[in-house]
């Protein structure tokens, strides 16, 4: 069974700030790891995903994130943020020897950007 | 990008009534799913669909049932709604990428059930 932990529902940054999210998961097995964004009243978008390649990985947005297997973590993070980063972030984890990967989602983390 | 449509967008529907929520792909993607979404909440995925006739049940048990006939077309219905199945329900289909599949969402349909 697979699972996935977002520390902190709601997150408040200041514009120009760092933006930290934290994502923690339990696989047995290799995972994928994927974050997505969703904006007020849409559906989710993705932002990057890891996929056993390179560690750190780029996204879209300026976001990227790092894959730590000894903490089992995949935090994202965006060195300056944006008012338009307002949003709703969820990370999602998935088998990577299964077929169709569904996807685990964790509880999402609301960031609010003060101007 | 896939394009993936979902209607209606909201729906406002009377306890008992059967309703139906549409699901649209122009992509060709075999792999379809359907999840539940309440309010600041995960998502929980409640149908998949890896293809033409063939639909199975997600993590979260659900009233709901699908049905795949087409590729394109993966409609959710309820047969008779009641309050607790106010929710959002969130579409998606999947694409080969690299080493894993991407998911990709509808902008999802809001129902309430008075």
């Known amino acids: 069974a697979q699972s996935v932990t977002q520390l902190g529902s709601h997150v408040s940054v200041s514009e120009g700030a760092l933006v930290l999210l934290r994502c923690n998961y339990s696989?047995?097995?290799?995972?994928?790891l994927f974050w997505y964004v969703q904006y007020p009243n849409q559906g989710l978008q993705l932002l990057l995903k890891y996929t056993s390649a390179a560690t750190l990985v780029k996204g879209i947005n300026g976001f990227e994130a790092e894959f730590k297997k000894s903490e089992t973590s995949f935090h994202l993070t965006k060195p300056s943020a944006h008012m338009s980063d307002a949003a709703e972030y969820f990370c999602?984890?998935?088998?990577?020897?299964?077929?169709?990967?569904?996807?685990?989602f964790g509880g999402g983390t609301r960031v609010l950007v003060k101007p | 990008e896939a394009d993936i449509y979902q209607t209606p967008r909201y729906l406002v529907i009377g306890t008992g009534k059967k309703i139906t929520l549409e699901c649209s792909q122009t992509m060709g993607h075999d792999k379809m799913y359907w999840y539940q979404q309440d309010p600041g909440m995960e998502l929980h995925l409640i149908h998949y669909?890896?293809?033409?006739?063939?639909?199975e049940k997600g993590d979260l048990s659900s009233e709901s049932t699908v049905s795949r006939i087409r590729t394109e077309h993966f409609p959710l219905t309820l047969e008779s709604a009641r309050p607790s199945h106010t929710s959002q329900y969130l579409c998606?289909?999947?694409?080969?990428?690299?080493?894993?599949?991407?998911?990709?969402f509808g902008p999802g349909t809001r129902l309430t059930v008075t």
């Open positions: 998606a289909s999947s694409a080969k990428s690299g080493d894993t599949y991407e998911q990709y």
């Open positions: 999602a984890v998935s088998d990577s020897r299964a077929a169709g990967n569904k996807l685990t």
């Open positions: 669909s890896y293809g033409v006739n063939s639909t």
């Open positions: 696989s047995s097995v290799p995972p994928y």
